[in-house]
Protein backbone atom coordinates (compact mmCIF):
# COMPACT_ATOMS: atom_id res chain seq x y z
CA UNK A 1 0.00 0.00 0.00
CA UNK A 2 1.45 3.18 -1.03
CA UNK A 3 1.87 6.21 1.33
CA UNK A 4 1.52 9.77 0.34
CA UNK A 5 4.15 11.88 1.24
CA UNK A 6 3.70 14.97 3.48
CA UNK A 7 4.11 18.32 2.37
CA UNK A 8 6.27 20.08 4.00
CA UNK A 9 6.75 24.26 4.07
CA UNK A 10 9.75 25.34 5.23
CA UNK A 11 10.45 29.12 7.18
CA UNK A 12 14.06 30.45 6.49
CA UNK A 13 15.76 32.80 7.33
CA UNK A 14 18.34 31.88 4.75
CA UNK A 15 21.90 31.31 6.24
CA UNK A 16 24.16 28.82 5.31
CA UNK A 17 22.33 26.18 8.13
CA UNK A 18 19.31 27.22 6.06
CA UNK A 19 20.44 26.46 3.19
CA UNK A 20 21.29 23.02 3.78
CA UNK A 21 18.00 21.99 5.25
CA UNK A 22 16.46 23.29 2.13
CA UNK A 23 18.87 20.47 0.25
CA UNK A 24 17.72 18.20 2.70
CA UNK A 25 14.32 18.82 2.39
CA UNK A 26 14.42 18.51 -1.16
CA UNK A 27 16.60 15.11 -1.34
CA UNK A 28 14.66 13.71 1.22
CA UNK A 29 12.14 10.78 -0.48
CA UNK A 30 9.39 11.02 2.35
CA UNK A 31 8.67 14.47 2.17
CA UNK A 32 7.52 16.78 -0.78
CA UNK A 33 8.37 20.44 -0.33
CA UNK A 34 5.72 22.77 -1.71
CA UNK A 35 7.10 25.95 -0.82
CA UNK A 36 9.21 27.93 1.57
CA UNK A 37 8.37 32.01 3.36
CA UNK A 38 11.20 33.86 4.09
CA UNK A 39 11.98 35.66 7.27
CA UNK A 40 14.30 37.76 8.85
CA UNK A 41 17.19 36.72 11.32
CA UNK A 42 20.51 35.77 9.92
CA UNK A 43 19.80 37.86 6.77
CA UNK A 44 17.02 40.56 6.23
CA UNK A 45 14.26 39.24 4.89
CA UNK A 46 14.77 40.25 0.78
CA UNK A 47 18.12 38.85 1.18
CA UNK A 48 17.14 35.53 2.67
CA UNK A 49 14.46 34.90 -0.26
CA UNK A 50 17.08 35.37 -2.93
CA UNK A 51 19.18 32.96 -0.96
CA UNK A 52 16.18 30.93 -1.88
CA UNK A 53 15.12 31.16 -4.80
CA UNK A 54 18.79 31.21 -6.07
CA UNK A 55 19.52 27.79 -3.83
CA UNK A 56 16.51 26.39 -5.59
CA UNK A 57 17.65 27.54 -9.18
CA UNK A 58 21.01 25.60 -8.36
CA UNK A 59 19.64 22.36 -7.01
CA UNK A 60 17.08 22.33 -10.60
CA UNK A 61 13.79 22.77 -8.04
CA UNK A 62 12.82 25.83 -9.94
CA UNK A 63 9.65 24.81 -9.21
CA UNK A 64 9.05 25.15 -5.74
CA UNK A 65 7.59 28.72 -4.92
CA UNK A 66 9.02 31.22 -2.36
CA UNK A 67 6.98 33.56 -0.61
CA UNK A 68 8.16 37.09 1.28
CA UNK A 69 6.56 36.80 5.19
CA UNK A 70 7.49 39.00 7.96
CA UNK A 71 11.02 41.30 7.18
CA UNK A 72 10.67 42.56 11.29
CA UNK A 73 9.17 41.16 15.03
CA UNK A 74 5.74 40.96 15.70
CA UNK A 75 6.80 44.19 18.61
CA UNK A 76 8.97 46.15 16.72
CA UNK A 77 9.14 48.25 13.64
CA UNK A 78 12.04 47.42 12.14
CA UNK A 79 14.74 44.85 12.30
CA UNK A 80 18.82 44.66 12.10
CA UNK A 81 20.96 41.87 11.47
CA UNK A 82 23.10 41.67 14.36
CA UNK A 83 26.98 41.51 14.04
CA UNK A 84 27.49 37.95 15.10
CA UNK A 85 24.83 36.71 12.19
CA UNK A 86 26.57 38.43 10.03
CA UNK A 87 30.07 36.95 11.22
CA UNK A 88 28.72 33.34 11.11
CA UNK A 89 26.82 33.35 7.51
CA UNK A 90 27.98 35.88 5.64
CA UNK A 91 27.06 39.25 5.02
CA UNK A 92 24.93 38.03 2.29
CA UNK A 93 23.69 34.87 4.44
CA UNK A 94 25.75 32.37 1.73
CA UNK A 95 29.25 32.90 2.58
CA UNK A 96 29.69 35.86 0.89
CA UNK A 97 29.28 33.75 -2.16
CA UNK A 98 27.85 35.61 -5.31
CA UNK A 99 25.40 32.58 -6.03
CA UNK A 100 24.59 32.75 -9.84
CA UNK A 101 20.80 34.89 -9.50
CA UNK A 102 17.91 33.20 -10.47
CA UNK A 103 15.39 33.98 -12.90
CA UNK A 104 12.34 33.80 -10.85
CA UNK A 105 10.65 36.22 -8.66
CA UNK A 106 9.30 35.35 -5.18
CA UNK A 107 5.28 34.84 -5.53
CA UNK A 108 2.99 37.92 -4.98
CA UNK A 109 0.92 36.49 -2.23
CA UNK A 110 2.16 36.75 0.94
CA UNK A 111 3.45 34.12 2.99
CA UNK A 112 1.24 34.04 5.57
CA UNK A 113 -1.34 33.46 3.51
CA UNK A 114 0.24 30.99 1.55
CA UNK A 115 0.95 29.05 5.21
CA UNK A 116 -3.18 29.25 6.01
CA UNK A 117 -3.97 28.20 2.25
CA UNK A 118 -1.89 25.56 2.24
CA UNK A 119 -3.27 24.35 5.92
CA UNK A 120 -7.05 24.44 4.73
CA UNK A 121 -5.61 22.25 1.82
CA UNK A 122 -3.42 19.79 3.46
CA UNK A 123 -4.71 19.44 6.97
CA UNK A 124 -3.00 16.97 9.09
CA UNK A 125 -0.82 15.81 5.85
CA UNK A 126 0.90 19.49 6.38
CA UNK A 127 4.52 19.74 8.14
CA UNK A 128 5.30 22.95 8.89
CA UNK A 129 9.36 23.75 9.89
CA UNK A 130 10.53 27.07 10.74
CA UNK A 131 14.24 27.24 11.23
CA UNK A 132 13.86 31.19 12.34
CA UNK A 133 11.82 33.45 14.24
CA UNK A 134 8.26 32.14 14.74
CA UNK A 135 6.43 35.67 13.76
CA UNK A 136 5.41 34.23 10.37
CA UNK A 137 3.38 31.20 12.34
CA UNK A 138 2.04 33.35 14.89
CA UNK A 139 0.92 35.80 12.68
CA UNK A 140 -0.88 33.57 10.57
CA UNK A 141 -2.24 31.67 13.73
CA UNK A 142 -3.76 35.18 14.53
CA UNK A 143 -5.18 35.65 11.17
CA UNK A 144 -6.75 32.64 11.11
CA UNK A 145 -6.99 30.29 14.18
CA UNK A 146 -8.30 27.32 12.98
CA UNK A 147 -5.12 26.84 11.31
CA UNK A 148 -3.71 25.30 14.71
CA UNK A 149 -6.39 22.03 14.53
CA UNK A 150 -5.17 21.86 10.72
CA UNK A 151 -1.03 21.65 10.73
CA UNK A 152 -0.54 18.21 11.06
CA UNK A 153 2.54 19.24 12.39
CA UNK A 154 5.26 22.10 13.77
CA UNK A 155 8.81 21.02 14.06
CA UNK A 156 10.89 23.92 15.11
CA UNK A 157 14.42 24.70 14.98
CA UNK A 158 14.75 27.20 18.29
CA UNK A 159 14.93 26.87 22.18
CA UNK A 160 17.58 25.79 24.81
CA UNK A 161 16.13 23.82 27.60
CA UNK A 162 19.24 21.78 28.74
CA UNK A 163 21.55 23.84 27.87
CA UNK A 164 22.75 27.20 27.66
CA UNK A 165 21.47 29.89 24.76
CA UNK A 166 23.54 31.01 22.15
CA UNK A 167 22.84 34.98 22.46
CA UNK A 168 22.46 34.98 26.32
CA UNK A 169 23.12 32.73 28.62
CA UNK A 170 18.97 32.19 28.83
CA UNK A 171 17.76 32.75 24.95
CA UNK A 172 18.33 30.86 21.84
CA UNK A 173 19.42 33.15 18.68
CA UNK A 174 14.85 32.27 16.91
CA UNK A 175 13.61 32.72 19.81
CA UNK A 176 15.16 35.92 21.01
CA UNK A 177 14.55 37.87 17.56
CA UNK A 178 10.43 37.33 19.00
CA UNK A 179 10.03 36.13 22.14
CA UNK A 180 6.33 36.96 22.04
CA UNK A 181 5.23 35.21 18.79
CA UNK A 182 7.17 32.02 20.22
CA UNK A 183 5.33 32.63 23.54
CA UNK A 184 2.10 33.23 21.89
CA UNK A 185 2.76 29.58 19.31
CA UNK A 186 3.50 27.34 22.67
CA UNK A 187 0.60 28.54 24.53
CA UNK A 188 -1.62 27.11 21.30
CA UNK A 189 -2.34 23.21 21.33
CA UNK A 190 -0.62 22.73 18.07
CA UNK A 191 1.03 19.66 17.89
CA UNK A 192 4.64 20.80 17.98
CA UNK A 193 8.76 19.65 18.40
CA UNK A 194 11.12 22.12 19.58
CA UNK A 195 14.13 20.65 18.11
CA UNK A 196 17.07 23.37 20.29
CA UNK A 197 20.46 23.73 20.87
CA UNK A 198 20.08 20.73 23.34
CA UNK A 199 20.03 18.43 20.23
CA UNK A 200 21.58 20.56 17.46
CA UNK A 201 24.89 20.78 18.45
CA UNK A 202 25.18 17.31 19.08
CA UNK A 203 24.98 17.31 15.00
CA UNK A 204 28.52 18.18 13.70
CA UNK A 205 29.87 18.16 9.94
CA UNK A 206 33.35 18.74 9.46
CA UNK A 207 35.97 19.06 6.29
CA UNK A 208 35.85 15.81 6.46
CA UNK A 209 31.99 15.76 4.61
CA UNK A 210 32.84 19.03 2.67
CA UNK A 211 35.81 17.02 1.09
CA UNK A 212 33.39 14.41 -0.44
CA UNK A 213 31.24 17.27 -2.00
CA UNK A 214 34.06 18.96 -3.58
CA UNK A 215 35.76 15.68 -5.21
CA UNK A 216 32.13 15.22 -6.91
CA UNK A 217 33.21 18.61 -9.07
CA UNK A 218 29.72 19.81 -9.92
CA UNK A 219 28.71 23.22 -9.54
CA UNK A 220 26.27 22.38 -6.41
CA UNK A 221 28.89 19.95 -4.64
CA UNK A 222 31.29 23.37 -5.03
CA UNK A 223 28.85 25.77 -3.78
CA UNK A 224 27.55 23.68 -0.67
CA UNK A 225 31.25 22.61 -0.17
CA UNK A 226 32.28 26.78 0.07
CA UNK A 227 29.32 27.30 2.13
CA UNK A 228 29.86 24.72 4.79
CA UNK A 229 33.98 25.52 4.94
CA UNK A 230 33.13 28.93 5.73
CA UNK A 231 29.97 28.11 8.44
CA UNK A 232 33.00 25.89 9.94
CA UNK A 233 35.68 28.43 9.87
CA UNK A 234 33.15 30.34 11.63
CA UNK A 235 32.51 28.30 14.65
CA UNK A 236 36.39 27.92 14.82
CA UNK A 237 35.96 31.97 16.59
CA UNK A 238 32.09 31.24 18.39
CA UNK A 239 32.05 27.55 19.27
CA UNK A 240 35.90 26.31 19.36
CA UNK A 241 34.81 23.58 21.64
CA UNK A 242 32.58 21.81 19.05
CA UNK A 243 35.48 21.50 16.75
CA UNK A 244 33.18 21.15 13.48
CA UNK A 245 29.72 23.12 12.50
CA UNK A 246 26.37 22.43 13.97
CA UNK A 247 23.43 21.03 11.71
CA UNK A 248 20.33 23.13 13.11
CA UNK A 249 18.46 23.79 10.66
CA UNK A 250 18.80 20.56 8.54
CA UNK A 251 17.94 18.88 11.83
CA UNK A 252 14.83 20.08 12.37
CA UNK A 253 13.70 18.82 8.29
CA UNK A 254 14.95 15.39 9.82
CA UNK A 255 12.97 15.06 12.85
CA UNK A 256 10.25 16.59 11.22
CA UNK A 257 10.39 13.61 8.53
CA UNK A 258 11.50 10.75 11.18
CA UNK A 259 10.70 11.59 14.89
CA UNK A 260 12.41 8.67 16.00
CA UNK A 261 16.28 10.31 15.50
CA UNK A 262 15.30 12.36 18.70
CA UNK A 263 14.44 11.02 22.45
CA UNK A 264 11.82 13.70 23.78
CA UNK A 265 9.93 15.10 26.76
CA UNK A 266 6.29 16.03 26.76
CA UNK A 267 6.15 19.57 28.46
CA UNK A 268 4.31 23.01 28.64
CA UNK A 269 6.26 25.65 27.71
CA UNK A 270 6.67 29.40 27.69
CA UNK A 271 9.18 32.28 26.55
CA UNK A 272 9.97 34.69 29.20
CA UNK A 273 9.58 37.77 27.15
CA UNK A 274 11.16 40.42 29.79
CA UNK A 275 14.86 41.12 30.37
CA UNK A 276 17.06 39.63 32.03
CA UNK A 277 15.67 36.37 30.52
CA UNK A 278 14.30 37.45 27.49
CA UNK A 279 14.24 34.55 25.09
CA UNK A 280 14.18 31.84 27.25
CA UNK A 281 12.09 28.64 26.59
CA UNK A 282 11.29 27.40 30.05
CA UNK A 283 8.86 24.61 31.63
CA UNK A 284 5.15 27.05 32.07
CA UNK A 285 4.55 26.62 35.79
CA UNK A 286 1.01 27.15 35.38
CA UNK A 287 0.68 24.16 32.94
CA UNK A 288 2.77 21.82 34.95
CA UNK A 289 -0.27 19.88 35.94
CA UNK A 290 -2.04 19.78 32.74
CA UNK A 291 -3.13 16.82 31.50
CA UNK A 292 -3.10 18.07 27.43
CA UNK A 293 0.37 18.51 26.54
CA UNK A 294 1.15 19.06 22.85
CA UNK A 295 4.43 20.20 22.84
CA UNK A 296 7.33 17.54 22.80
CA UNK A 297 10.77 18.97 23.53
CA UNK A 298 13.77 17.16 21.91
CA UNK A 299 16.52 16.32 24.76
CA UNK A 300 18.56 13.58 22.84
CA UNK A 301 19.61 12.66 19.36
CA UNK A 302 20.63 9.75 17.23
CA UNK A 303 23.86 11.90 15.82
CA UNK A 304 24.90 8.97 13.62
CA UNK A 305 21.97 7.72 12.46
CA UNK A 306 20.99 11.49 11.66
CA UNK A 307 25.03 12.13 9.82
CA UNK A 308 24.32 8.89 7.78
CA UNK A 309 21.12 9.82 6.56
CA UNK A 310 22.07 13.45 5.69
CA UNK A 311 25.01 12.78 3.50
CA UNK A 312 23.16 10.05 2.07
CA UNK A 313 20.68 11.89 0.94
CA UNK A 314 22.54 15.46 0.36
CA UNK A 315 25.36 13.67 -1.36
CA UNK A 316 23.26 12.44 -4.69
CA UNK A 317 21.59 15.84 -4.97
CA UNK A 318 24.44 17.66 -4.96
CA UNK A 319 26.35 14.58 -7.65
CA UNK A 320 23.54 15.63 -9.57
CA UNK A 321 24.03 19.43 -9.83
Known amino acids: MSISKKKMILDLDTGIDDALALAYALADPDCDLIGIIGSYGNVYVNQGVQNSLD ?20 QTDSFTVLPVSAQIHGNNGVANIQLPKAQRKPEQKNGVDFLIESAHKYKDQLLFVPTGPLTNLAAAIKKDPEIIDLIGHVTLMGGALTVPGNVSPAAEANIHQDPAAANDVFHTRLPLTMVGLDVTTRTLLTKKETKCWRALKTSAGLVYADLVDYYI ?62 TDVAVNVDKNKFLDKFMNRLTPLLAAH
Open 233 to 294: EAYKTTNPHLHGCALHDPLAVGVAVDPSLVSKIKLNLKVDTETPFEGRTIGDEAGLNDLSVT
Open 55 to 74: LLSLLGAEDVPVYLGADHSS
